[in-house]
């Protein structure tokens, strides 16, 4: 039987974007795919991983899967094995585990002008940070503060930044901040930080890309004052089209045939 089902797993899914992303790219390409959404937390994932038959093609994951669907393949790419988050799975001969957020992060930089950036501030320290991370990393960066709630959760953090060559330091949100040209939010949607707190960070946080996109503008987007505030669809769509060449050749890097007019038939879609 031919492979031909894909779908988006999270919790909350109502608001992903992903299946008319997903949808006019194989439209795009001729392919008679089925792309659609289903809510999945946590506790049912490995049921319902389980229950898929010999029509699932792949899977594309958001909050709160990325580790869990990790911990499910058998094998990862380089930037999963880096972060410990996998948001897509290929389910051909095996499970197969990639990480298309830390390319789509980078993607998206590059085309709002914002590559080699060296001081980043990341807010946050989920599987969405560590992407961030990585990202800002090949993206340029050379010192990195995160600001955590917890910092005590971004020891991980700390020790990725060792792997990859920079200085990563750790601070609550409310601590202290000095300057830094870009802040890269990765804070779930509907967020919202004190006024104060947001206030400190966006006075000497440069740029905010913001890897929200529903509602934008973020509640920080929309009091940020020392730069601009650049919302993550642009990281949507360039993280989904690493996600269809996984789906279609198996590696993130391979381009898609025609792959310029697929992405515009994706952009079009948003």
């Known amino acids: 039987m031919t492979r031909r089902r894909l779908a988006v797993w999270g919790d909350p899914i109502a608001h992903s974007k992903s299946p008319q992303l997903h949808d006019a790219a194989y439209a795009a390409l001729g392919l008679d795919w089925e792309y659609t959404r289903r809510q999945v937390d946590e506790r049912a994932f490995a049921d319902a991983l389980g229950a898929l038959d010999e029509s699932w093609r792949g899977l594309s994951l958001t909050m709160p899967l990325k580790e869990t669907a990790h911990r ?14 996998a948001n ?12 298309t957020d830390v390319g789509g992060i980078v993607d998206a930089l590059g085309e709002q002008g914002l590559l080699g950036i060296e001081s980043v501030r990341i807010l946050g320290a989920g599987a969405t940070a560590s992407s961030a991370l990585v990202a800002c990393v090949e993206a340029g960066a050379r010192s990195i503060d995160v600001r955590a709630r917890r910092p005590e959760r971004a020891v ?10 920079v200085s990563v330091s750790v601070s609550p949100f409310d601590a202290d901040a000095g300057d830094v040209g870009l802040t890269v939010a990765t804070l779930p949607g509907g967020t919202a930080l004190d006024a104060l707190t947001a206030a400190r960070l966006s006075l000497s946080g440069g740029v905010l890309f913001d890897v929200a996109y529903s509602p934008w503008p973020s509640a920080l987007a929309s009091v940020w ?5 650049v919302s993550g669809e642009g990281m949507l769509l360039r ?14 890097s391979v381009p898609l045939p025609s792959e310029e007019a697929v992405v515009d038939a994706m952009k079009a879609a948003l």
């Open 72 to 85: 499910a393949a058998s094998t990862h790419d380089r930037y999963a094995n880096l972060t410990g988050a």
């Open 88 to 99: 897509t799975l290929l389910l051909t001969d095996g499970i197969h585990g990639f990480n």
């Open 156 to 165: 991980d953090l700390v020790a990725l930044g060792q792997r990859l060559g």
């Open 225 to 229: 004052t020392d730069g601009r505030a």
């Open 239 to 252: 993280q989904a089209v690493r996600q269809v060449r996984i789906f279609v050749h198996g590696d993130q």
